[in-house]
């Protein structure tokens, strides 16, 4: 599986993003997909994720009910939509997958995208 992250910028506090992972390979379905993000100095920390089917998300405290996790598999693609930006929501966002991933454990998931950089000014 390899994925494609996309969607960041600089977006004002309040403001939204919609960030997007294009996954490739027959199998993404069966695939858990989640997002972390990894602030300057700081350890990557998990934002959301997704059940293989969609039908289970989890989210970070720190983002939940501003974010929302959803995917599409038809088309391939897991979206993070963002809203009620906060300036320490700046970070590299990384969406990843895992065929038996724990949600929140970044060690349990096999793929991961390059990142995309999504800056919040104040």
């Known amino acids: 599986v390899q994925l494609q992250a996309s969607g960041g910028g600089l977006v004002q506090a309040g403001g939204s993003l919609r960030l997007s992972c294009a996954a490739s390979?027959?199998?993404?379905?069966?695939?858990?997909m989640g997002w972390f993000r990894q602030a300057p100095g700081q350890e990557r920390e998990f934002v959301a994720s997704v059940s293989w089917n969609g039908g289970s998300t989890y989210y970070a405290d720190s983002v939940k009910g501003r974010f929302t996790i959803s995917r599409d598999i038809g088309k391939n693609t897991v979206l993070l939509q963002m809203n009620g930006l906060k300036p320490e929501d700046t970070a590299v966002y990384y969406c990843?997958?895992?065929?038996?991933?724990?949600?929140?454990?970044?060690?349990?998931?096999?793929?991961w995208g390059q990142g995309t950089q999504v800056t919040v000014s104040s």
């Open positions: 990843a997958a895992g065929s038996v991933a724990i949600p929140g454990l970044d060690g349990s998931y096999d793929y």
């Open positions: 390979g027959r199998t993404f379905s069966r695939y858990f």
